[in-house]
């Protein structure tokens, strides 16, 4: 029904900069209520990054304000998450993911709320 694919990822030093994007290709039109990045190091949860709703209101982790920003464009099915001031500890593989089906009572930030999620982007950040 739905397909992401992730791109962008790679390997910069620490302060530097990465533009991921995630190509969103449907068979049927939906409503995508939220679009959201994850990302999940080894070890850990998977963890949501920062989610977008319909009108471009906005969430991020604590981790990652003020350095992130998510962006989409509407007309070519583009999602973006781009990521300044970069550290080692954002070192992750990205997904991004979305939410057709408004799901009342999740945190924007929360996986549980996506239904669709795209193969991933390694990031690794070194000091």
């Known amino acids: 029904q739905v397909r992401l694919v992730e791109s962008g990822g790679g390997s910069v030093q620490a302060g530097g900069s990465l533009r991921l994007s995630c190509s969103v290709a449907?068979?049927?039109?939906?409503?995508?209520?939220?679009m959201g990045w994850f990302r999940q190091a080894p070890g850990k949860e998977r963890e949501g990054v920062a989610a977008?709703?319909?009108?471009?209101?906005?969430a991020y982790s604590d981790s990652v304000k003020g350095r992130f920003t998510i962006s989409k464009d509407n007309a070519k099915n583009i999602l973006f998450l781009q990521m300044n001031s970069l550290k080692p500890e954002d070192t992750a593989v990205y997904y991004c993911?979305?939410?057709?089906?408004?799901?009342?009572?999740?945190?924007?930030?929360?996986?549980?709320?996506?239904?669709?999620w795209g193969q991933g982007t390694q990031v690794t950040v070194s000091a």
């Open positions: 993911a979305i939410d057709i089906s408004g799901n009342r009572g999740i945190s924007w930030l929360s996986p549980m709320k996506y239904n669709y």
């Open positions: 449907s068979t049927n039109t939906y409503i995508m209520f939220y």
């Open positions: 977008i709703d319909r009108v471009g209101n906005t």
